[in-house]
């Protein structure tokens, strides 16, 4: 099955620890994402990569990290520098990152720092 | 700034209804709009799109409508069922998303 996996699915974490979510992708996509979602807010743009080791900042890159070594994969680090990082992660994957190509997401992560 | 805005956040509605759900945009450039939904403690899937030469695209029970002059698109779910109960997000070009509509549609 073709798909987006992301792991693990709840995460506690103690303020002041840097910590990675996992994601990968079998659908052989270029491009890759990370977004977080808060209550009552839409899907908000960290990173995004459109080719292998090529990444860029999207809106509230600020505290985060990504790394994209391999096709599949594109871990996202939460460093202790991120003021609010407990919230709801989603990775997304598509064939390219033109304004047509639709994202496939993956089921989230929900971080809590405690 | 929100280039994209879903200024409702509930909508509820009786099963077998219509179910509108409304997003407007700020920038008149975009040319592709998407909307995806959401169940809890899942990641969004993409469900319909429309392009702006159009002002109509249908799937099924799901059309989107684009009014290019008033920067707004609707959603419309006919008929409304209750496994259509989920959030609703509006997207624009450039990973940009509305904040979403949470709609409940009662047997």
């Known amino acids: 099955d073709g798909g987006i996996t992301q792991s693990p699915k709840y995460l506690f974490r103690k303020e002041g620890q840097n910590v990675t979510l996992s994601c990968e992708q079998n659908?052989?996509?270029?491009?890759m994402y990370w977004y977080r979602q808060d209550p009552g807010q839409g899907l908000r743009l960290i990173y995004y990569?459109?080719?292998?080791?090529?990444?860029q900042k999207g809106d509230i890159a600020e505290g985060y990290s990504v790394s994209r070594e391999k096709k599949e994969s594109f871990p996202l680090t939460v460093t202790s520098a991120q003021k609010n990082p407990t919230a709801f992660y989603l990775c997304?994957?598509?064939?390219?990152?033109?304004?047509?190509?639709?994202?496939?997401f993956g089921p989230g992560t929900r971080l809590t720092v405690l | 700034d929100q280039q994209v805005k879903q200024n409702s956040p509930s909508l509820s509605v009786q099963e077998g209804r219509i179910s509108i759900l409304n997003c407007d945009y700020t920038?008149?450039?975009?040319?592709?709009f998407l909307w995806y939904k959401k169940y809890p403690a899942e990641g969004p899937t993409f469900l319909i799109s429309?392009?702006?030469?159009?002002d109509k695209n249908e799937d099924g029970r799901f059309t989107v409508f684009l009014n290019k002059s008033a920067k707004h698109l609707s959603l419309h779910i006919v008929p409304s069922q209750p496994g259509d109960s989920a959030v609703y997000f509006c997207a624009l070009p450039g990973m940009r998303f509305g904040a979403g509509t949470r709609l409940t549609v009662k047997p």
């Open positions: 997304a994957s598509s064939m390219t990152t033109g304004v047509r190509s639709e994202q496939f």
């Open positions: 920038n008149s450039m975009f040319d592709y």
């Open positions: 990569s459109q080719i292998v080791n090529d990444f």
């Open positions: 659908l052989n996509h270029d491009a």
């Open positions: 429309i392009s702006s030469i159009k």
